[in-house]
């Protein structure tokens, strides 16, 4: 019934699409250049805000479009697509809706680094994201490619600043707007690789960015731009595997949804599809070394993603080492088999020689040779906190184009460059999103203070705060600011986690209301396992710390004033055990931000500091010479505990 339904919706999308450009209007408050992960969550959010808006992409049916691996989220990726769903963003519904396989990786750690994933089905990703979009109230979709940005001259008041005015489409059709949003993702100056075929190209199927709008950036606006490259694995004909040469890897049995929204995913726990781990061998590094001299992409010192390597980067490394291969699918119904783990750029004949060296492989067929794809990047340090470039009024930019990797990474700078536009087109105060609230903030500010060498991705090692910023309660971190200061969020989820923030707090109270001694929590719990300890009471709350005890076991002995709770079993169980540490670390937050303007003397020498700092803190400290507090937290390579000694120390001796 509901797929018949996105059927009808994809098709009137098309057909909407196909006379959108007759429709289009010659004014907009925000234009958002581009329908990938960026793109689609700034169109939406920017709307959602307010903001007549216009999503202005080369191809329709590629809007929503998985470059690469079918798949969502995982450790630090899964907490940003948690946070897009709790500002209402639309790729954790649109992951819920197409998953085939949910499993919550990193399960052997505390929940905050637990990192919720699923594999996609790419049909049904693409489906959900452009009926969302369709459905979009204030928000009009045009298919055409964008040539050129319209921009001021420099304001002679303020020289080398501009402001952006709107969009020149091919054919000299010209829009306007307040604010642009540019998420060109890999397609600007981008060229595609294979063995020694070098074209130009977006992704496969799709051409580059027009050459004006590289042109704008680097020579009308005067953007400092980079080179960077990434690559994708051949697709492999499901029937050719032999599977029982491989390890399988089943779901988890109970799927876990993305959105908060949903309670349930749409694949039932007995319609998941496993995945399949296997090995490389010595015969896949010959045939890498073999084709070195016909592979272009390889040859070239751009820099790829250093978490997300190519086959022949990872043997050439880590020479006679065996590599992990999952083979992952691509869809309930398709005949493909994405092998993650062989992204590759050779010869299509030695691409089907190296697959072949693999025993599970051994027959296998390959559909499509995987490619590479070399991009320019515009260096993130130029943009200011609301991802709008510096000297560009009204220009925001977001997603691959920033120097990122990765679906996630993109969609959330994508959904807070679109709230940004649209508030500074209607005028509204800007708004901020700190590294203490959220990955989101880690990830804008990493990008704009620290820049980038490499693609980017997120990782929860980059969170500081991360016991604090934990995919269960990204919610109650952003949903509410959502709605409130950003004005992002519908009243229906707002109202929704208004009643779970609520009955959280009952639920908290509730057990804290429950104070037994430690001899009585025996007698009435005889199976927790609670040794003698000094406290002469404990309450609810400071039982359910211990790892033996869960809230179902403390709600079947004190069933009146639990069982009300039921509903929020494990996010008190979280809660209960963070709660210590986060209110630590959160003291630790409010004094950091207190002191944020404190200054550091210029005389310092940060080698003889008494204090217990690194050397490599030490040196980063003597090279930059930070002015205040604030900025030395935002340095590369700062650790919190740095920060807490340097505050005290400063607090001390000043
Ligand atoms: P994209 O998803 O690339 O979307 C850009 C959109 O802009 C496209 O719809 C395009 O048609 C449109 N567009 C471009 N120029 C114009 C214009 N002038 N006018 C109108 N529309 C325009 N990520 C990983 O994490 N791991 C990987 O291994 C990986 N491998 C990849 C391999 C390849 C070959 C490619 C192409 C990408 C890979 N990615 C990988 C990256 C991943 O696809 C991106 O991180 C993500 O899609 C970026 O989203 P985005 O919105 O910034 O750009």
Request: one cysteine or more; a neutral charge.
């Amino acid at each position: 019934m509901l797929t018949k339904r996105l059927h009808r919706l994809q098709g009137f999308l098309l057909l909407v699409s196909r006379r959108a450009s007759n429709v289009a209007k010659q004014q907009y408050d925000v234009i958002v250049v581009g329908g990938g992960h960026a793109g689609t969550e700034a169109a939406a959010a920017a709307a959602r805000v307010g903001a007549e808006t216009l999503l202005v992409t080369q191809k329709i049916h590629t809007i929503g479009a998985l470059s690469c691996n079918p798949s969502l989220g995982g450790v630090g990726k899964g907490q940003l697509v948690k946070e897009l769903d709790a500002l209402d963003g639309l790729c954790g519904r649109a992951g819920d809706w197409a998953g085939i396989h949910f499993s919550i990786l990193n399960r052997r750690k505390g929940p905050a680094v637990w990192g919720p994933r699923a594999q996609l089905d790419r049909q049904r990703y693409r489906e959900f994201i452009q009926s969302e979009l369709l459905g979009t109230h204030r928000l009009t979709v045009l298919e055409g490619s964008v040539e050129e940005l319209l921009v001021t001259e420099p304001n002679p008041e303020k020289p080398g600043c501009h402001r952006v005015t709107g969009i020149r489409l091919g054919g000299s059709r010209s829009i306007s707007a307040s604010s642009v949003v540019l998420t060109t993702g890999t397609f600007l100056s981008g060229s595609l690789f294979v063995g020694q075929t070098t074209s130009p190209g977006g992704r496969i199927g799709d051409a580059p960015s027009s050459a004006g709008l590289s042109h704008t950036l680097r020579e009308a606006l005067g953007l400092r731009t980079g080179r960077l490259r990434t690559g994708t694995p051949p697709r492999i004909v499901k029937d050719s595997v032999d599977f029982s040469q491989a390890e399988l890897h089943p779901p988890d049995e109970r799927p876990s949804p993305f959105s908060f929204l949903n309670t349930h995913t749409r694949c039932k726990p007995e319609e998941q599809l496993p995945c399949h781990l296997t090995l490389t061998t010595p015969g896949v590094e010959r045939v890498v070394r073999e084709s070195l001299h016909l592979n272009c992409h390889i040859q070239q010192d751009t820099k790829g993603p250093r978490y997300c390597p190519s086959i022949e980067s990872r043997v050439l490394r880590f020479p006679g080492r065996k590599h992990q291969v999952w083979l992952e699918p691509e869809g309930v119904t398709s005949d493909l088999l994405y092998p993650q783990g062989l992204s590759m750029t050779m010869p299509p004949d030695a691409q089907l020689r190296l697959i072949r060296e693999i025993p599970a492989l051994h027959r296998a067929e390959i559909h499509t040779p995987g490619y590479g794809v070399q991009y320019d990047f515009v260096c993130p340090t130029q943009l200011d906190p609301s991802l709008q470039v510096k000297n560009t009024q009204g220009l925001f930019l977001a997603g691959q184009i920033n120097g990122t990797t990765g679906y996630e990474e993109a969609a959330a700078q994508g959904l807070w460059a679109g709230v940004s536009a649209a508030r500074s087109a209607l005028a509204m105060p800007p708004v901020t999103l700190s590294r203490t609230e959220s990955y989101i903030g880690v990830l804008i500010d990493d990008l704009i203070s620290r820049g980038v060498t490499e693609p980017y991705r997120m990782f929860t090692s980059r969170a500081e705060f991360r016991t604090a910023l934990r995919p269960d309660n990204a919610d109650l971190r952003l949903t509410l600011k959502g709605f409130e200061e950003l004005g992002c969020v519908s009243s229906q989820r707002y109202y929704e986690t208004v009643r779970v923030r609520d009955s959280l707090r009952d639920a908290l109270e509730a057990l804290q209301s429950i104070v037994l001694s430690a001899a009585n929590w025996r007698k009435k719990m005889p199976d927790i396992l609670m040794s003698e300890n000094k406290f002469t009471s404990l309450s609810g709350q400071d039982v359910l710390q211990y790892n033996t005890v869960s809230f179902e076991m403390l709600a079947s002995a004190f069933p009146d004033t639990l069982s009300p709770y039921m509903e929020f079993s494990q996010r008190l169980k979280i809660e209960a055990v963070y709660r210590p540490h986060c209110d630590l670390q959160r003291k630790e937050i409010e004094r950091i931000q207190k002191e944020e303007n404190m200054a550091l003397p210029q005389d310092i020498d940060y080698f003889s500091l008494p204090v217990s700092l690194s050397q490599e803190v030490r040196e980063i400290l003597d090279r930059v010479r930070p002015s205040t507090l604030g900025a030395a937290t935002r340095l590369q390579g700062i650790t919190p505990a740095a920060i807490v000694h340097l505050l005290n120390y400063v607090r001390h001796t000043g």
